[in-house]
């Protein structure tokens, strides 16, 4: 298996326009997670999909965020209009279960850099 | 609150000597513990957990971790350390039916050759 698959792995763009984040999770994995890294906050949880259906998106830090899982090997982050502080690594994991002791498997992550 | 403490920014060892890399947790109820790495330009891999049963956990890469109830404590341990061993490294507690990790803040290990 080719493992999570993340892309862009590096996105420069101007603050205001539209950023799109893309997740091909590792088949048959039913649960999809999108973290953002930086040095000053760490890894942050932005939203939860279990069976493509969004649990928990409390981590999305305002309405310029959306995500979506149209089905169970694609997902997007979308950001709109971006903005500096969206200055960061962004991850997409999957975990075959919804349960506290399952693994999760990190993509290589995109970083995003807004001028 | 749960939360999870690495006290330690930083680590430096010497190569061939034994690593230690602390972990501290704090939740309500039985947690499930978990240690990642993150190499330079690349997504978190895990390297062990603890579920239950035998306190010490074998783990990728001969690393291996303890779990302390009394002291609530997870610490990443290693015999003898290498130089490719160098990275970031994560703790993260789970509660039992939730999905949700809570990261520690991470300890970037050096080992120097």
């Known amino acids: 298996d080719a493992g999570v698959i993340q892309s862009p792995r590096h996105e420069v763009t101007e603050m205001g326009q539209e950023v799109t984040l893309r997740c091909k999770p590792i088949s048959g994995h039913n649960s999809l997670f999108w973290y953002r890294q930086t040095m000053m906050r760490g890894l942050e949880l932005l939203i939860y999909f279990n069976n493509n259906v969004p649990i928990d998106d409390s981590g999305m830090p305002e309405d310029r965020f959306s995500a979506k899982m149209p089905n169970a090997s694609f997902s997007t982050l979308k950001i709109q209009p971006s903005e500096p502080r969206d200055s960061a690594v962004y991850f997409c994991?999957?975990?075959?279960?919804?349960?506290?002791?399952?693994?999760?498997?990190f993509g290589p992550g995109t970083r995003l850099t807004v001028l | 609150a749960q939360s999870v403490a690495q006290p330690e920014d930083q680590v430096n060892v010497a190569e061939g000597n034994p690593l230690t890399v602390k972990c501290t947790y704090s939740v309500s109820g039985n947690p499930y513990l978990f240690w990642y790495v993150q190499y330079p330009n690349r997504g978190l891999q895990f390297l062990l957990k603890?579920?239950?049963?035998?306190?010490l956990v074998k783990g990728s890469y001969g690393f291996e971790a303890e779990f302390n109830k009394s002291q609530t404590s997870f610490h990443l341990k290693k015999p003898s350390a290498l130089v490719s061993d160098s990275a970031l490294y994560f703790c993260a507690v789970t509660l039992g039916g939730t999905y949700k990790y809570i990261f520690g803040t991470g300890t970037r290990l050096k080992v120097l050759a």
């Open positions: 603890y579920i239950t049963g035998d306190n």
């Open positions: 994991a999957s975990s075959p279960r919804d349960r506290g002791n399952s693994v999760q498997f």
